[in-house]
């Protein structure tokens, strides 16, 4: 089981059922956003600083979910992020996200 949170830089503040719906688009049809915007990249790098890429991650650390919880690469672009962690880092990452997208 996996968590799989996605941010993403939009005008104006979407409704939960908007925000659901780009989510599922993002999902199934990246990359559904066309677009930059500078706060995205900054966000990546933060993350990725924080957590690197799984490919990132020397072979033998592979499954030190400290160094990454990552359970795939991460789809990002300049208007996108989403993510895939393992179920046991879902907390943690999910507070990080919260607070590094605001």
């Not at 962690?85 to 879902?90: I, N, S």
């Not at 990452?93 to 605001?102: E, I, K, M, N, S």
Request: with cysteine; hydrophobic share 40%; proline share 8%.
């Amino acid at each position: 089981m996996t968590f799989d949170p996605g941010v993403w830089h939009s005008e104006a503040r979407p409704t939960d059922k908007q925000a659901g719906a780009i989510y599922i688009q993002l999902c199934e049809n990246w990359p559904y956003l066309q677009g930059e915007h500078p706060s995205v990249a900054a966000f990546y790098q933060e993350l990725t600083r924080r957590w690197p890429e799984i490919d990132a991650i020397p072979e033998d650390r592979i499954g030190d979910l400290d160094i990454c919880p990552w359970s795939c690469a991460i789809s990002h672009s300049e208007i996108a992020v989403v993510m895939s962690c393992v179920w046991p880092k879902a907390d943690e990452v999910a507070a990080f996200v919260r607070d590094l997208a605001q």
